[in-house]
């Protein structure tokens, strides 16, 4: 199992970013797929996660951590195996290194992505 972030970068305060989480060597859509994001001294917090649907890109059930709620939006594309983060109005404080875990709904299963960084400066 292969799971790969891309999309972090630096950015300034009010501006996007659109991560992706792609993987590969499993069936995606028995997965849960959630972002984590962890900031040096903190510990690792769950940003959003998605369940896929039944079909290709219908959208599964859907959870934000309260502090990102209204900005950043998870979707999910089955036939890619991609799970995507769009994160709008971007603060300072979203600063971290962002993480793509899946975890398999029934059955053992839990695999993390290498980290992507996003920075936002003031």
């Known amino acids: 199992v292969q799971v790969v972030e891309s999309g972090g970068g630096l950015v300034q305060s009010g501006g996007s970013l659109r991560l992706s989480c792609t993987a590969s060597g499993i069936i995606f859509r028995l997965y849960t797929v959630g972002w984590y994001r962890q900031s040096p001294g903190n510990e690792r917090e769950l940003v959003a996660s998605?369940?896929?649907?039944?079909?290709?890109?219908?959208?599964?059930?859907?959870n934000y951590a309260d502090s990102v709620k209204g900005r950043f939006t998870i979707s999910i594309d089955n036939a890619k195996n991609t799970v995507y983060l769009q994160m709008n109005d971007l603060r300072p404080e979203d600063t971290a290194v962002y993480y793509c875990?899946?975890?398999?709904?029934?059955?053992?299963?839990?695999?993390w992505g290498q980290g992507t960084q996003v920075t936002v400066s003031s």
């Open positions: 875990n899946l975890k398999r709904r029934l059955g053992p299963g839990d695999h």
């Open positions: 998605i369940t896929s649907g039944i079909t290709s890109t219908s959208i599964g059930h859907t």
